[in-house]
T-cell receptor
Framework: DQQVKQNSPSLSVQEGRISILNCDYT??????FLWYKKYPAEGPTFLISISSIKDKNEDGRFTVFLNKSAKHLSLHIVPSQPGDSAVYFCAAPNAGNNRKLIWGLGTSLAVNP | DSGVTQTPKHLITATGQRVTLRCSPRSGDLSVYWYQQSLDQGLQFLIQ???????AKGNILERFSAQQFPDLHSELNLSSLELGDSALYFC?????????????FGSGTRLTVV
């Protein structure tokens, strides 16, 4: 049962253009969402998060949008840079006491010069 | 350097053997999570410890066990290893019991079972 879904395994964009990475979720109890970025042979690093009381959070070139009615969030990277090439994971803490993260399978982004 | 230290970085061992992976959390973090990432899988949650006690269990096999010591470092023990156990094993820590503050991940241990 994949509660957090990233349906695009990979995405390729040109440098300078916008990258849009999508994430869907099924559990309406999720109240917080996080995006992580992972380079090969490294652990994931926290990128940006959004609380369910907001519909947008921006941090530099990275913006996350949340559409609660559609149970959908997206990460926008503008402008995309070659150094952004990585795997991006969407995650949400479950509603239990331990708040362990439920992860999507990731989207591999390639930004071409 | 994320502040979470995992050793060893690489490990090659034979089927049937037992290995121990070690994780030192970021200073001040009480919670440690272990994850497995195989080639065709996302991050699979294995187990969580909080201040020395097991807090949550995920898809952890009975051949695997873990513990968190009084100094808060954690060890993941994998025994009777099989080829399918080859994967990246990540440890992450958070300051409190839950990840709303964001995990800090170590760089992982790549286990290859031959």
């Amino acid at each position: 049962d994949q509660q957090v879904k990233q349906n695009s395994p990979s995405l390729s964009v040109q440098e300078g253009r916008i990258s849009i990475l999508n994430c869907d979720y099924t559990n309406s109890m999720f109240d917080y969402f996080l995006w992580y970025k992972k380079y090969p042979a490294e652990g994931p690093t926290f990128l940006i998060s959004i609380s369910s009381i907001k519909d947008k959070n921006e941090d530099g070139r990275f913006t996350v949008f949340l559409n609660k009615s559609a149970k959908h969030l997206s990460l926008h990277i503008v402008p995309s840079q070659p150094g952004d090439s990585a795997v991006y994971f969407c995650a949400a803490p479950n509603a239990g006491n331990n708040r362990k993260l439920i992860w999507g399978l990731g989207t591999s982004l390639a930004v071409n010069p | 350097d994320s502040g979470v230290t995992q050793t060893p970085k690489h490990l090659i061992t034979a089927t049937g053997q037992r290995v121990t992976l070690r994780c030192s959390p970021r200073s001040g973090d009480l919670s440690v999570y272990w994850y497995q990432q195989s080639l065709d899988q996302g991050l699979q949650f294995l187990i969580q410890y909080y201040n020395g006690e097991e807090r949550a269990k995920g898809n952890i096999l009975e051949r695997f066990s873990a513990q968190q010591f009084p100094d808060l470092h954690s060890e993941l023990n994998l025994s009777s290893l099989e080829l399918g156990d080859s994967a990246l094993y990540f440890c992450a820590s958070t300051p409190m019991g839950g990840p709303s503050y964001g995990y800090t991940f170590g760089s992982g241990t790549r286990l290859t079972v031959v």
